[in-house]
């Protein structure tokens, strides 16, 4: 009570009170409203850039920064070194065999090529016509290509690797731009690249493209 007329005191403004904290649950929906978020590692390796994440069923492998593909381990068994684990190392290898295939015929080391072709390749022009058989042919038919097209942009993208005993099959897409006569061309397009391993060695055995976007 008030000394005066026993009136009571006005209430007395009080300290502004912290805001409350938001509820946990905006947090979450915050969260999920961005999508889920990959946790990307480095993974050992002396000849290219290889990185990997976890995900259901196996991994996701960015290599060279071209694509990502995926790789399965249903149990996340592969540490990032052991080389027991071959399906994932394996992966890396054939994406790096085709990656250094292009890099000869690209820099004019047609004889490297001997490294990666069988001796019997066969390689199909898309539409299955023509075809050419045997190591020379092969070896001609990209000097024949390099001698009248100067190629000033290839990139590749996407590779998918599928290995079945001696055998493999890799696939990636490819963008290129190259110049001949005086004109520029911009292509994409497909690679199919079959491969034989013999006497502990893979080749190449078959070879096609399939043609994608063209411009000039």
Same mark, same amino acid.
């Given at each position: 009570?008030?000394? $005066?007329?026993?009136? /009571?005191?006005? !209430?007395? !403004?009080?300290?502004?009170? *912290? !805001? *409350? ?5 905006? /947090? =979450? ?10 946790? @990307? ?18 991994? #996701? ?19 990032? $070194? ?8 394996? $992966? ?8 250094? &295939?292009?890099?000869? @015929? ?6 490297? &090529? ?7 390749? =066969? ?11 045997? &190591? *020379? ?5 990209? %000097?024949?290509? +390099?001698?009248? *097209? ?5 990139? $590749?993208?996407?590779?998918?690797? +599928? #290995?079945?005993?001696? +055998? ?9 731009? @190259? ?10 397009? %497909?690679?199919? &690249? =079959?491969?034989? %391993?013999?006497?502990?060695? @893979?080749?190449? =055995? ?11």
């Amino acid at each position: 009570m008030a000394a $005066t007329g026993g009136a /009571k005191s006005p !209430p007395q !403004p009080s300290a502004a009170a *912290a !805001p *409350a904290p938001a509820p946990a649950v905006e /947090k =979450v929906l915050e969260t999920a409203a961005a999508g889920p978020h990959l946790e @990307w590692e480095q993974v050992d390796s002396s000849e290219y850039s290889v990185r990997r994440t976890a995900v259901p069923g196996g991994w #996701l492998l960015a290599l060279n920064g071209s694509g990502v593909t995926f790789v399965p381990d249903p149990k996340h068994q592969w540490d990032g $070194t052991s080389p027991e684990f071959s399906p994932m190392l394996g $992966t890396a290898d054939f994406i790096s065999f085709a990656e250094r &295939l292009d890099r000869c @015929w690209m820099e004019g080391r047609f004889d490297d &090529l001997e490294a990666f072709l069988a001796k019997d390749v =066969v390689l199909v022009a898309p539409g299955g016509t023509p075809r050419s058989e045997g &190591l *020379a042919q092969a070896i001609e038919s990209y %000097r024949q290509f +390099t001698s009248h *097209a100067q190629v000033n942009r290839f990139k $590749t993208s996407d590779h998918a690797v +599928t #290995l079945r005993g001696d +055998t493999a099959v890799i696939e990636y897409q490819w963008e290129m731009t @190259w110049i001949a006569a005086g004109e520029e061309h911009n292509e994409t397009g %497909r690679e199919v &690249l =079959v491969l034989s %391993r013999r006497d502990g060695n @893979w080749r190449a =055995v078959w070879r096609t493209q399939i043609p994608g976007a063209k411009s000039n």
